[in-house]
């Protein structure tokens, strides 16, 4: 897993959840920047599974394979899911959807990094 990339990942949630705070405080609906940011997420996250399958099937350890899949899976469903249901919700709470998916986001990544060390070290 590329440490960079986690970072940057989670950096770019916590600025899709700020951002869609402001939306929600401002009362407007879903738009296509959320839906860029989180399609931009979503390739991000794509892109970071992607190498960590890899090491994994090259033979890298993580203190419990099981897990860091479970959340790997659901790390990819987030942004799909918060974005069909922001667009669903035509009020101010379909951005506060998206905020709260952005901020889930960040603390799946920052447990990614957890799991995927051998043993929680």
């Known amino acids: 897993m590329s440490g960079v990339l986690v970072a940057t990942i989670v950096a770019l949630c916590l600025a899709?959840?700020?951002?869609?705070?402001?939306?929600?405080?401002?009362?407007?609906?879903?738009?296509?920047s959320h839906l860029v940011w989180l399609g931009v997420i979503?390739?991000?996250?794509?892109a970071q599974a992607v190498l960590a399958v890899a090491r994994l099937i090259g033979g890298h350890h993580t203190s419990s394979a099981v897990t860091f899949v479970?959340?790997?899976i659901g790390t990819l469903l987030?942004?799909?899911?918060?974005?069909?249901?922001?667009?669903?919700?035509?009020?101010?709470?379909?951005?506060?959807v998206v905020a709260v998916a952005?901020?889930?986001?960040a603390v799946l990544m920052l447990r990614w990094q957890q799991v995927w060390r051998p043993n929680g070290a």
Do not use: C, F, H, N
Not at 18 to 31: N, P, Q, Y
Not at 42 to 46: I, P
Not at 78 to 96: D, K, M, Q, T
């Open 16 to 32: 899709l959840a700020a951002w869609s705070g402001i939306t929600v405080l401002r009362d407007r609906k879903v738009g296509l």
């Open 42 to 46: 979503e390739l991000a996250v794509l």
């Open 70 to 72: 479970g959340y790997v």
């Open 78 to 96: 987030v942004p799909p899911i918060a974005g069909l249901w922001g667009l669903a919700e035509r009020s101010r709470w379909g951005p506060a």
């Open 102 to 105: 952005g901020l889930t986001m």
